[in-house]
Nanobody
Framework: QVQLVESGGGVVQAGGSLRLSCAAS????????MAWFRQAPGKEREFVAAISWTAGRTYYGDSVKGRFTISRDNAKNTVYLQMNSLKPEDTAIYYC??????????????????WGQGTQVTVSS
């Protein structure tokens, strides 16, 4: 059974940085596009970033562009999200997701087949 396990969340002051990791198992990791989404209380799940199966392409949501960087290490079956210049509005549960590889990087939740349990990120002002 496919498992995605996020780690690296926590509490950080505004302007600080965090690095999230998502370790995958029971899947051929290099066959999947990977993505990060987030969900704040009372809001819908929001696309954050995606990366293609070869790491050759990335795509970011407008709210994080220039501050967050998605990367992956196929040898370690892990995808990362480096978050810099964090703002209070970045506070949310962050989820990683795996979707079938495709030329176009998808931004909707329905395009992803597998999800992690989430990790909480809290940015204090």
């Amino acid at each position: 059974q496919v498992q995605l396990v996020e780690s690296g969340g926590g509490v950080v002051q505004a302007g600080g940085s965090l690095r999230l990791s998502c370790a995958a198992s029971e899947m051929v990791f290099s066959n999947y596009n990977m993505a990060w989404f987030r969900q704040a209380p009372g809001k819908e799940r929001e696309f954050v970033a995606a990366i293609s199966w070869t790491a050759g392409r990335t795509y970011y949501g407008d709210s994080v562009k220039g501050r967050f960087t998605i990367s992956r290490d196929n040898a370690k079956n892990t995808v990362y999200l480096q978050m810099n210049s964090l703002k209070p509005e970045d506070t949310a549960i962050y989820y990683c997701a795996a979707g079938s590889r495709s030329i176009i990087l998808r931004v909707t939740t329905g395009a992803y087949n597998y999800w992690g349990q989430g990790t909480q990120v809290t940015v204090s002002s």
